[in-house]
C-alpha cells in the first residue's frame, strides 16, 4: 500500500510539473512581467524597463518612420549619461527578404546614426543574424564618437514580420553610457516579439 501510495505522489507530481512547463509563457528575461508597447503599426511588441516610461500621446508625434518610443525617466540613473536613452519602434517601408536583412539593417543604422548624430564617425561593433519569435531578423550595433572623445551607440534589430512588411526597433542611448543603459536597452530589443 506504501509503495502504492508512493508511486501516485510521484506521478501526481511529474503530472504537476509537466503541466506547468507546458503552460508557462516562457519568459524568463530580465523584463519578464514588465508592462509592455504592443505596436500595432509595426506588429511588435517590447517590454517597458523600470525607471522608462511609455507615452502613448507622444507616439503620434514622432517621425513618420517611427511608430512607438519609450525613453528612461528623467532622473532615473545613469547620471553620467547625458544624451539620456530611447528605444523606438517602426515599420520598414520596404519588405526586407532575410536574405537582404544584412545590408540594410547595416544600411538602416548608419542612416539613423547620421540622423541623430550628424558628422559623426561611426564604427560597426557588431552585426549578426538574429530571431524576433521564429522570424528571421538581423542586429547590429554602433559606435558613434565625436572629436571630443565621447561616445554614443545605436542598436538595432530589424526583423521580417511576414511577406508583406519588415519592422524595426532600435535604442539609442549616448555620451558615456552607462553599464545599466547598455543592459536596459539591450534587455528593450531582447524582449521584442512579433505580435
Known sequence: MAAGLTALVVLLAGVGTLTWWLTRDGDDSPLAGRPRVNNTAAGLSYAIPAG???DAAKDSGLLSAFTSQIARKPGAGAEDDALGAAVMAGRSRQVIPASGLRQQTERAARSNAEFFFPDRPTT???SHPAKVGNQPAHAVTLKITDPKGSTAHLRMTVVTIDNHHTSFVMGVYGDTPSAT??????????STTVR
Open 181 to 190: 543603459t547598455d543592459h536596459e536597452v539591450d534587455a528593450v530589443l531582447h
Open 124 to 126: 560597426l561593433e557588431d
Open 52 to 54: 522608462w516610461q511609455h
